[in-house]
């Protein structure tokens, strides 16, 4: 952990009941499969993003920001346990209550906010924490998923699986100006909700969650949010047809998303701008809830003690690597907004260090002044808060499957897979990670170094496997 605040010195020293009075609120926004189309981020130059950019503006963003896993439900273990996949067995965790199952390590974890619970915080959550919501009921209060990923019209609008008889797997792709009212959409009730619960008193500081679901699949937003984009104008991402010819055959095996459309299908059917209008149209949707939430904390008792944490969960492909998908371990897949909001310090900062989700939890917990948590990974970016010029030897690890991890550092990618292949990415020089520049003789030092982040040994343990995993889900 890093140096501590004078705060997190003093609190353990006085009185529970003192120490509670005087410790911060924490307000955490969750968001769905968001990548880094967000206007702070210059993941794509139309998307429009103005709250998350205002909360980016008035906190500091990192932009080096990646997930652990390139999925919803392990990313979120690894962010409520504080655990490493490759630690924790859970590459592919798609129950809640499976989370604690996998060894001795899990076992013992504490989910983050049933930590801030045990230091004397009251813990609210709606909506999309965990993979399935509330964690095996670990908030003291919990609102429930409202309609989930819905609501679901009688058929779909676009994307029939029919059209791919000799894939495998569920999705629920599929794009469509649809329901009629914004009131419909789960997002639009979250935020009503949290706004709610920031009106309210309380006599504990509390641990604050809602977790969105847009822009996560099926892409259904009202047609307003359609209309800010007219499909005309839409920029397509670059797309390199021959893009996999130094791409290692586990590298397409591992990455291979059975029942995903792919780019040269889009293409073919003329459907590309018309995806790329929709997971816009969710995004822009998304952001405006995440407005109301914002806007309901200012306006209300907790706007100068409350710290505030904005997160997705991973990226996706919009047709980058020939893919509409998540499930790589690619930056399109695993760079993902983070912005910590801190009342009184660093307003409107950028840090370019490799950071991590998985760091949140010693982040928040150093932060308010928690006793530090003993079982857990990850690094507190407490540090960074104050001086995101400061030297920062750690990388960003996301691990797809045993033996699948890529090393993020400031300027390159390194991705290992199972089988010893590799691929490596001069991000600087090349964002789209179009040439893999693994066998090229001159990289070999610059290798070893990333390699040496690379846990020595991966947990066997997984619920899940590869196989399970595309026969049955694609969250
Ligand atoms: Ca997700
Ligand atoms: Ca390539």
Redesign the pocket.
């Known amino acids: 952990m890093q140096k501590k605040t004078v705060c997190s010195i003093l609190l353990p020293l006085l009185s529970v009941g003192l120490s509670a009075i005087e410790k911060p609120n924490v307000l955490f926004i969750a968001i769905?499969?968001l990548n880094d189309w967000v206007g702070c981020l210059n993941g794509h130059p139309q998307t429009k993003t103005p709250n998350i950019d205002r909360l980016a503006t008035q906190g500091i963003l990192f932009t080096n920001a990646h997930c652990q896993a390139p999925?919803?439900g392990p990313?979120r273990a690894s962010i409520m346990t504080g655990l490493y996949p490759s630690t924790s067995g859970n590459y592919f965790q798609l129950n809640d209550n499976d989370i604690k199952k996998s060894n001795h390590v899990t076992s013992k974890a504490a989910y983050l906010n049933d930590y801030f619970k045990m230091n004397g915080y009251t813990t609210i959550g709606a909506g999309k924490i965990f993979h399935l919501g509330d964690g095996d009921n670990s908030f003291e209060e919990y609102a429930g998923m409202f309609a989930g990923y819905g609501p679901n019209p009688q058929k779909r609008f676009k994307y029939d699986p029919a059209w791919f008889p000799n894939r495998k797997g569920k999705t629920a792709t599929d794009w469509a100006a649809y329901p009629e009212h914004d009131s419909l959409l789960t997002d639009y009730q979250l935020a009503e909700w949290t706004a709610s619960k920031l009106k309210m008193n309380y006599e504990k500081p509390f641990f604050m969650a809602v977790g969105f679901i847009r822009p996560?699949v099926p892409w259904y937003v009202t047609k307003k949010w359609y209309d800010m984009f007219p499909l005309k104008d839409i920029i397509t991402p670059p797309y390199k047809p021959d893009d996999y010819n130094d791409i290692p055959e586990m590298g397409c095996k591992v990455t291979a998303v059975p029942m995903m459309p792919d780019t040269e299908w889009l293409i073919e059917t003329n459907q590309w701008k018309e995806l790329v209008q929709a997971y816009l149209a969710c995004i822009a949707f998304v952001d405006a809830q995440v407005g109301k939430v914002l806007d309901a904390l200012e306006n209300s008792a907790y706007a100068n003690n409350t710290i505030v944490v904005l997160w997705s969960?991973?990226g996706y492909h919009l047709g980058e690597k020939n893919r509409v998908a998540?499930q790589s371990l690619w930056e399109r897949s695993t760079r993902v907004p983070l912005i910590f909001k801190v009342p009184g310090i660093n307003q409107n900062r950028v840090c370019n260090k490799p950071a991590q989700l998985v760091d949140i939890y010693p982040t928040l917990a150093d932060l308010c002044g928690l006793p530090e948590p003993k079982q857990i990974e990850g690094n507190s970016l407490v540090g960074l808060i104050h001086n995101p010029n400061m030297k920062w030897k750690h990388k960003a690890l996301s691990f797809f499957g045993k033996g699948n991890v890529s090393v993020r550092d400031e300027r390159y990618r390194l991705i290992q897979y199972e089988d010893g292949s590799l691929e490596l990415y001069d991000i600087v020089l090349d964002p789209n990670e179009w040439n893999n520049l693994a066998n090229d003789s001159g990289y070999k030092n610059i290798i070893r170094k990333l390699q040496r982040a690379i846990p020595q040994k991966m947990s066997e343990k997984s619920a899940y496997t590869f196989l399970n995993f595309h026969e049955h889900f694609n969250?």
Request: charged share 50%; glycine share 0%.
């Open positions: 769905d499969d999925i919803s990313s996560h969960d991973h998540k969250r």
